[in-house]
């Protein structure tokens, strides 16, 4: 379910009222591939209600380059939210996630394998409001910079 910023919150308070942990992993989540699929289903391992924080189209530009996003923000979130697993949806525009999770206060924030507990960028703000940070998904072998380079030399010559 893709929700507003105001309306994740609300519906985090109503899962915290009825007992539930809650997990947040994000992402810029372009081209949608394996490494993406099981970073996810480790996130949703980690709690009851598993939020996915996608990048904006604008802070996707800024974290990948020219010619990034491939798809809208909007297409992204929607295909994120179709995995199961993930419960909510949010699309974000700030560098980092560190707003968000001062908002949320998710129990558990998840980063993939590329990071170590003492690498996550976001690792004193968790620490801040008492929530903690597991690394889920498989190793980091699949990007979706890579599958663009396979795309684009498909077929190539030469």
Excluded: W
Excluded at 30 to 43: K, T
Excluded at 46 to 57: F, G, M, T, Y
């Amino acid at each position: 379910m893709i929700l507003t910023e105001s309306q994740l919150a609300a519906a985090v308070a109503r899962d915290r009222a009825a007992g539930l942990t809650v997990a947040l992993a994000n992402g810029c989540f372009d081209l949608l591939h394996v490494g993406h699929v099981r970073y996810l289903r480790g996130a949703a391992a980690e709690a009851d209600r598993l939020i996915v924080a996608v990048n904006d189209d604008r802070s996707v530009a800024a974290l990948k380059g020219a010619g990034r996003p491939l798809q809208p923000a909007a297409d992204r979130a929607e295909i994120v939210a179709a995995l199961r697993g993930v419960d909510y949806v949010v699309i974000f525009g700030d560098a980092n996630v560190e707003r968000l999770l001062m908002q949320l206060k998710p129990d558990v924030h998840c980063k993939g394998t590329d990071y170590t507990v003492d690498t996550v960028p976001e690792r004193a703000v968790v620490r801040e409001y008492g929530g903690r940070i597991a690394i889920v998904g498989d190793p980091k072998e699949h990007s979706t910079r890579d599958l663009l380079k396979g795309i684009l030399g498909f077929g190539a010559v030469d």
